[in-house]
């Protein structure tokens, strides 16, 4: 007999729709292989949210394209206290905006649903670059699961690699092409398109913050270090000890004079803990054809772990995009009940 386990998405926008999507599909698959029945509760907007009833995951999967107010299952102002009055407590599917100083909505949102003894699988990252140690601490205390493969390179697996992989092994340094956006601009600048129109390209693929500037300026590729950081390294860092610079003072001319010198300039995050301290920066850097990241291209990302007792362990690819995202979510869910 399947488990059946109640979901509810906040935040309906490129990722959100591709979740929607991805669980109706996926639904027979989930039933059959992992014994897991997936039940949409709600799906939450700004100003309200949709429910099941009068319409249903098939309907609204079929139909991405209508506007989520023009619905059957449309409840303006729907909030989700409200929607968690209605469940027993299953799984908040977060895909809400990422505001790295705030930490909202998903801040208010996480302690609600951990209190309520919800687990959470987040795409979003606002929240834990906030209050990282304070959320995890919290979802301890109440024996549910914090997910957040979503937030740190989603289709890339970073966070189970680091944490169950490398399980034992002291991480002493990570080194990633975290941002399949900013991968993507640097090429087609080297190509010679111009910036405006490289941003316009992966903004089309849904790849790139609702910010942009999170990605171009660098904290996009940082906030993934700090939680790489602090989840799989044990550290404690907060985004302000990170030195961040971005790649929108990066011209094609050196993109193009590093390329002629036989290296690839990238926008790489980094983390290394020596005698010396902890050091952690993200900025381009031109790579040697001998770095484990120098081959990467487009929207293709890579991370280095070198550890005490496993050596260097590089991983690369992954389906970019609000998809492979939302993907990435769903196997934090299948990997909270199985
Ligand atoms: N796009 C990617 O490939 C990607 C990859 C990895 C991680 N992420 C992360 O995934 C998250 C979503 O990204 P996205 O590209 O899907 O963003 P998006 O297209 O801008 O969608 C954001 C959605 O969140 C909703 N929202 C905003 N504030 C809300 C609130 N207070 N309550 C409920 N819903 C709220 C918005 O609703 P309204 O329409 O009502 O404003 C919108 O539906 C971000 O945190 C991002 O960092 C994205």
């Not at 303006?76 to 505001?99: I, K, M, Q, W, Y």
């Not at 801040?107 to 959470?120: K, N, P, S, T, V």
């Not at 270090?225 to 602090?230: C, D, E, R, T, Y």
Request: charged share 20%; with cysteine.
């Amino acid at each position: 007999m399947p488990i059946r386990i109640p979901v509810i998405l906040t935040g309906y926008g490129n990722v959100g729709k591709a979740f929607v999507r991805l669980i109706h599909e996926k639904a027979e698959y989930c039933r059959r292989r992992y014994g897991l029945d997936f039940e949409l509760a709600a799906v939450l907007r700004r100003s309200g949210g949709w429910v099941p009833e009068g319409d249903s995951l098939e309907a609204l999967a079929e139909t991405a394209g209508q506007a989520l107010e023009s619905r059957p299952g449309w409840r303006p102002g729907l909030r989700l206290e409200a929607v968690f009055e209605r469940h027993p407590p299953g799984v908040l599917a977060d895909c809400t905006p990422s505001n790295l100083k705030t930490g909202e909505p998903q801040l208010a949102f996480f302690h609600a649903a951990l209190d309520r003894g919800w687990h959470i699988a987040a795409a979003s990252k606002g929240a834990l670059c906030v209050d990282f140690r304070g959320l995890m601490s919290k979802a301890r205390v109440r024996g549910v699961a914090l997910k957040f493969s979503g937030a740190t390179a989603a289709a890339l697996p970073t966070l189970d690699l680091a944490t169950v992989s490398l399980a034992g092994a002291v991480i002493l340094g990570i080194e990633g092409i975290l941002t399949g956006a900013t991968n993507l601009i640097l090429g087609r600048l080297e190509a010679g398109i111009s910036f405006d129109a490289a941003l316009k390209e992966a903004q089309a693929k849904g790849i790139v913050e609702p910010d942009p500037s999170l990605d171009i300026d660098g904290w996009d590729t940082a906030v993934k270090i700090l939680l790489l950081a602090n989840a799989a390294a044990g550290l404690e860092l907060s985004l302000d000890e990170i030195a961040v610079e971005g790649i929108r003072h990066v011209s094609a001319e050196r993109l193009v004079r590093a390329r002629a010198e036989g290296r690839s300039i990238k926008l790489i995050g980094r983390l290394t803990r020596s005698e010396a301290g902890i050091k952690a920066d993200v900025g381009p850097r031109a790579i040697e054809p001998s770095h484990p990241l120098f081959g990467f291209n487009g929207t293709t990302k890579g991370v280095a772990f070198t550890t005490d007792s496993l050596g260097t362990i590089t991983v690369s690819g992954g389906k970019s995009g609000p998809f492979g995202t939302a993907a990435s979510v769903l196997k934090d869910i299948i990997n909270i009940y199985c």
